[in-house]
């Protein structure tokens, strides 16, 4: 296998729909389909057994359901990154989501070259968010940051974590982030720990939202 594969799950309880996305990520070299689930308990069991790089999670599906699965998921293993792929875009359902723990969110009706690239994204750390679910994710955590105590609930950033953390809600990868304010990759992943810290996170994902929330970005 070439060491640059990247393993994935397919999660979605509609056969036809979870057959046509392994065989659309089967033409591609560098991604590895290692198991298939239609439901949130047994990609659970899936993941666990197979242990991906990179699980695509529908949202809506009988029993366990995405969201639930997805923070199962990500706090049993924390090295493997769940990209959601479903046809809904509510608020509570994007919120859900990212709060559990999802690097990504995209909608089916997204052309493949998007998906293989958000894949690729959140592999690699970073965040992938359809344009629309992005634009709604950010009103609302701006709404949110409006009712946050105005001090941003005690948590102050440097303005190099500020401008780090920044570039990382604009889907930026610590190498950009690094090149962009003329720093080491090891020093942007040293303020991006500190930012966590002061968040009280543990990833990319989590981190913007909370910023946001807190009017701090």
């Not at 509609?14 to 392994?22: L, T, Y």
């Not at 990209?83 to 723990?101: F, K, N, P, W």
């Not at 102050?156 to 003329?182: H, Q």
Request: aromatic share 2%; net charge negative; glycine share 10%.
């Amino acid at each position: 296998m070439n060491t640059g594969t990247i393993r994935v799950v397919v999660v979605d309880d509609h056969p036809v729909v979870r057959q046509g996305i392994i065989g659309v990520l089967a033409d591609e070299p560098d991604f590895d389909v290692v198991g298939e689930a239609a439901d949130g308990s047994a990609a659970e069991s899936v993941t666990r057994a197979t242990r991906p790089d990179v699980v695509l999670m529908d949202l809506r599906m009988p029993g366990v359901g995405g969201a639930a699965a997805t923070r199962h998921i990500v706090e049993a293993l924390p090295a493997t990154r769940v990209l959601v792929l479903t046809s809904y875009e509510s608020d509570d359902e994007i919120l859900s989501a990212i709060e559990a723990g999802a690097s990504g969110y995209l909608l089916k009706a997204a052309p493949a070259e998007e998906i293989f690239e958000a894949i690729r994204r959140v592999h690699a750390g970073e965040v992938a968010l359809a344009p629309r679910v992005a634009a709604r994710l950010v009103q609302q955590t701006r709404d949110a940051g409006r009712r946050a105590d105005a001090d941003g609930g005690g948590i102050r950033l440097s303005p190099r974590e500020t401008e780090v953390l920044r570039l990382v809600a604009e889907g930026r990868s610590n190498a950009v982030i690094g090149r962009t304010l003329f720093i080491g990759e090891a020093t942007v992943k040293t303020h991006l720990a500190h930012v966590f810290e002061k968040l009280g996170v543990r990833d990319r994902t989590r981190a913007v939202t909370r910023a946001m929330e807190l009017g701090l970005i």
